[in-house]
């Protein structure tokens, strides 16, 4: 798990749900070609220095999947992202900043998902679980959620409406009446598919940027903050119930 945690850097800049080819492969156990009916353990070492690990053969057991391996080309140092760095490896320990990192690990859990629609109910719930530690509603969550992304009133009323939509029409139609997503409205292709699940998990990203970075560290700080940013954006708590 120490590993998987490391490589979550690389999966959120570089990899997206949809494509298991660009994927590194997970800890397990590999096949050894060279053994017939055999496998071979092999740990992947951490270079803390050069932030790379290496295959090297080891006691530990990791399974093989199918994707880059280790062996990609591209170098993601910290500083290409030091705001997602930051907030991927930080030393703090309050349930603010543990349930954003929990979050950031659900992404790239839902990478590896062959079925996109299970992978879109995955990132729902993790909206779900993302602003607060009860359960809220949509509605609510939405209040919670909207105010840490957008920087004016008509961007935030914008995506108050696709997150409406998004909650109402395609959470619905997949988790209560079982349908995939490519048979709902926009999303006939695949690539379409691809592209509004990830549009999702940029704001989650963005979200635990925003809120990791402003320091708060308990939900009622956050509940709070929320409030303030979206008065700071005109949005009023009674014209945003009925949004």
Not at 98 to 120: G, H, K, P, Q
Not at 163 to 184: C, I, P, S
Not at 188 to 197: A, E, P, R, V
């Amino acid at each position: 798990d120490h590993v998987d945690r490391y490589l979550d850097y690389f999966r959120l800049l570089e990899c997206q749900i949809g494509n298991l080819d660009s994927l590194p492969s997970l800890p397990g156990v590999i096949l050894d070609s060279r053994a017939k009916n055999s496998f071979t353990r092999y740990l992947y070492q951490i270079d803390e220095k050069e932030r790379i690990c290496r295959e090297v053969l080891s006691p530990v057991e990791y399974y093989h999947s199918n994707g880059i391996g280790l062996y990609s080309d591209v170098y993601c140092p910290s500083e290409q992202h030091p705001i997602l760095y930051d907030c991927l490896f930080s030393n703090r320990k309050d349930e603010v900043y543990n349930r954003c990192r929990t979050a950031l690990t659900r992404i790239n859990e839902a990478m590896y998902m062959r079925d996109v629609s299970v992978a879109f109910v995955y990132i729902m719930s993790t909206i779900e679980m993302l602003t607060s530690n009860t359960m809220l509603n949509f509605r609510k969550t939405k209040s919670l959620f909207l105010p840490f992304l957008l920087s004016n009133k008509k961007e935030y009323y914008q995506l108050s409406d696709e997150f409406r939509t998004l909650t109402q029409y395609y959470r619905t139609e997949v988790v209560h009446n079982g349908k995939k997503l490519y048979e709902l409205d926009g999303l006939d292709t695949y690539k379409k598919i691809i592209k509004f699940i990830m549009s999702w998990v940029s704001n989650i990203l963005l979200y635990c940027e925003s809120v990791i970075q402003s320091g708060v560290t308990s939900y009622n700080e956050v509940n709070l903050l929320a409030t303030k940013k979206a008065i700071e954006l005109g949005i009023k708590p009674d014209t945003e119930n009925q949004s």
